[in-house]
Structures are given as C-alpha cells and as structure tokens.
C-alpha cells in the first residue's frame, strides 16, 4: 500500500542533543511538508519541498533544517538551537496538481529533556 | 494573509445525537477550504473540501459542511455521531491559486467526545 512512514513514532532526547526525524513515502509525489502540533494551536508549517533539492522555510522554520536529495525522502534535524522541541511533527505529502489531496504520516512524538 | 477560528474547543455530545463544529475564517483572497479529522496519535485525514460549486459539501464517514461565503463560515454536521467518531477535527482554509499547500492554515481544533 503507498503511503507515509514516520520514524520513530516516539523520541527521547537530552536538551542540547540534535536529532533527526525520518519521512519517507512511496506515492511518487513531488512535495513534502514539515508540520509541527501543539496542543490548542493546530498545525504549524516547519518546511515544505516542492521538488528534489529545494526547499522552503514555512512559518516556524527556526531552530530546524531539511534536506530533500530523494523524491521519496524529507528528513527533518531539530537543532539545539530550537527553543521548544517537545512537540507533535508530522509529514505529508501530495503532487503538484492543485488541490491534490494532502497525505500525512502517524506522526513523531519528540521529548526533549 | 488568512486565518482561521474554530469556535469551540471542546464538543461534548450523546450517541446518535447530531453535531455541528463550527469554523469562521477570515481572508482577503478567494480560498480553499478544507475539514480534517485526527484520531489519538496519528495524522491527519481528509474529510471534505471545498473548491467550487455546491456551497453544501459532503464527505467522507456521513459528514456534510456547508460553505457561508458572505457570513466566512465552514461549519461541519453530522447528522448522528457514533462512538467511533471521537477526535479532533481541524479547519483550514488555503488562497485560490497559491500553488500548492506552502500557505495551508489551520484552525486550533476542536476535540469531539462523543459519549454513549
């Protein structure tokens, strides 16, 4: 079945610590998004990629970097330098026909202590 | 730039009884609009959108949304609930034309309990 995977679901690290969250998707789709939950504020956009080797600061990209070398593949780093990691982030995905469905992942839950 | 306010945080309510969950936006530009429903720890599905047309909408597991262009108002009803319908459901709005979902926003949520 195509879809999105994000992994780990749940991830412990040490304040100071960088640390990579995985996303990968085997729907052949163009674009790539980067989102961040908190709880009472919805979703926030991190990054976005619309195609291999570029990609976009959203509106929270602060503290976070992106790399997009595969079609398939958008992992996301949150740095030291992010304030407040501990949160909910979620990937998706979609083509680059207007208003294709957008696609998420299950999500990594990052703690940060 | 565009934003989005669901009214309610929280919506408690029976089985089989109906539900609305109401969601104003607010923009300068003609939009998308969109519903999405998230189940405990995992992401977010689509259940309706509306591009064009029918200001009445319907989508996916019995739930309908109609579009209010001059009062900006998207909200979302079923007409019974079940059990399984317990999650939190977003609103988000997008400008017409912007190529892509780079200019997605979301609501804050509103978490639906239903109780038998």
């Known amino acids: 079945d195509g879809g999105i995977t994000q992994s780990p679901k749940y991830l412990f690290r040490k304040e100071g610590q960088n640390v990579t969250l995985s996303c990968e998707q085997n729907?052949?789709?163009?674009?790539m998004y980067w989102y961040r939950q908190d709880p009472g504020q919805g979703l926030r956009l991190i990054y976005y990629s619309q195609i291999v080797n570029d990609f976009q600061k959203g509106d929270i990209a602060e503290g976070y970097s992106v790399s997009r070398e595969k079609k398939e593949s958008f992992p996301l780093t949150v740095t030291s330098a992010q304030k407040n990691p501990t949160a909910f982030y979620l990937c998706a995905s979609t083509s680059r026909r207007e208003i294709s469905p957008l696609h998420f992942g299950n999500g990594t839950r990052l703690t940060v202590t | 730039a565009q934003s989005v306010t669901q009214l309610d945080s929280q919506v408690p309510v029976f089985e089989e009884a109906p539900v609305e969950l109401r969601c104003n936006y607010s923009?300068?530009?003609?939009?998308?609009l969109f519903w999405y429903v998230q189940y405990p720890n995992q992401g977010l599905q689509l259940l309706l959108k509306?591009?064009?047309?029918?200001?009445l909408v319907k989508g996916i597991n019995g739930f309908e949304a109609e579009f209010n262009k001059s009062q900006t108002s998207f909200h979302l009803r079923k007409p019974s609930v079940h059990i399984s319908d317990t999650a939190e459901y977003f609103c988000?709005?997008?400008?017409?034309?912007?190529?892509?979902?780079?200019?997605?926003?979301f609501g804050a949520g509103t978490r639906l309990a239903v109780h038998p």
């Open positions: 729907l052949n789709h163009d674009a």
């Open positions: 923009s300068s530009v003609s939009v998308y």
């Open positions: 988000a709005v997008t400008p017409r034309f912007s190529g892509g979902y780079n200019k997605l926003i």
């Open positions: 509306y591009l064009s047309g029918s200001t």
